[in-house]
């Protein structure tokens, strides 16, 4: 039995239309394949991790240790990712309290945990100025120096071969226009303090992918950004144990998702690394907190290289800054609807559903009766009965009616969720001169 895996045919068809040419394409592979049935076209994924997966990515969170007893938290965490790191538990601070006396109780809960639920480890942060152990703080120079290396072994040892990559060295660099490194102890043991750090975590464990992390390093025109581009393309320049680039992503609206986001991805990949989301949480709410995280999810799909996106933890009040609401679970473990809006996203690199696996939803779409300046289009749903249906519009398309469901938005995304008339709902929009069919994807909430 072949398993026939059906790329973008969807694009800007209907997915009733883009399941038919996945079946169209599965006879043809399996008449050349010579193979007597193909399978189901994959299903598109009902969970942040198995539609990463889809496109070959990772979907984490961070996790707080001292959360791990909260039963709905673990439920989601369980449930939605398969990259894992631990928020605080394996910094200096937690790893090192004293000089040379290690610590992993709380940083192992969380591998331990992960590892047994088949998911993978990012590893955070081996050498940063910030969270250090008060020992640390005081100390300069050389014995820093040795300091530092001493506990980038120990540590990066202790986790040797559990984990997929460490953030060796965490934000270096000084925000604003300076391009400079930040003035902190660590740095004034000498420039090449990050090089040492990088050499160390290589020899401590050699299967680790090792990545530079940093903030602010988002827009392709920031000097921060251009002065980490330049640190990454000296060190693969020199040969210096390099594999990843960490863009911590914490947006808020004095520092907005940049509209650039996937040039910068793609020119740091360019160098030879990969790229990943490391922390990302974005304040706000509604729809358009949803279209910043659909755009940080668009960005890393539009690159090879970027293999994953981290949000940094589960609940908006699971959060470092909870007042921000930046997350895609509400306090009481709902899916918001930036939670659809990425879900729909990391679909879009499938070629569409056939039955729903169990605790998700599909919808069908129909374009049905055309006017001269407008169409009507019906929207099916299988799987669940509370569900909430996104609705991508072709460009110049606005909504004029809809019925049997509550549609808001006018163009671009609309949503739709049920209003007591069950599971088939309908919309007519005008054309604008566009009178492509839209695109619909399911999230059951
Ligand atoms: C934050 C944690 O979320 C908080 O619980 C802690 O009090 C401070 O650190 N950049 C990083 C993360 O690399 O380690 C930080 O995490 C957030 C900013």
Redesign the pocket.
Known sequence: MTRVRVRPVRARLGRSTARFAAAAAMLVAGCFAGVSAAGPALADGSTLQAAAAESGRYFGT?I?AGRMSDSQYMTIANREFNMITA??EM?MDATEPSRGQFNFSAGDQIANWAIQNNKRVRG??LA?H??QPSWMQSMEGSALRTAMLNHIAGVAGHYKGKIYAW?VV??AFEDGSSGARRNSNLQRTGNDWIEAAFRAARSADPNAKLCY?D?NTDNWNHAKTQAVYNMVRDFKARGVPIDCVGF?A?FNSGNPVPSNYHVTLQNFADLGVDVQIT?LDIAGSGTSQAEQFRGVTQACMAVTRCTGITV??VRDTDS?RASDTPLLFDGSGNKKLAYSYVLDQLNTADGGSTTPPAGSCTVTVAKTESWGDRFNTVFTVSGTNNWRVLIRTGSGQSLQNSWNATVSGTSGTLTATPNGNGNQFGITLYTGGNTSTPTASCTAV
Do not use: M, P, R, V
Request: aromatic fraction near 20%.
């Open positions: 961070a707080a928020e605080n910094k955070h942060a940063w910030s969270q953030d965490n934000e992390n903030y911590q914490h922390e940094w933890g470092w």
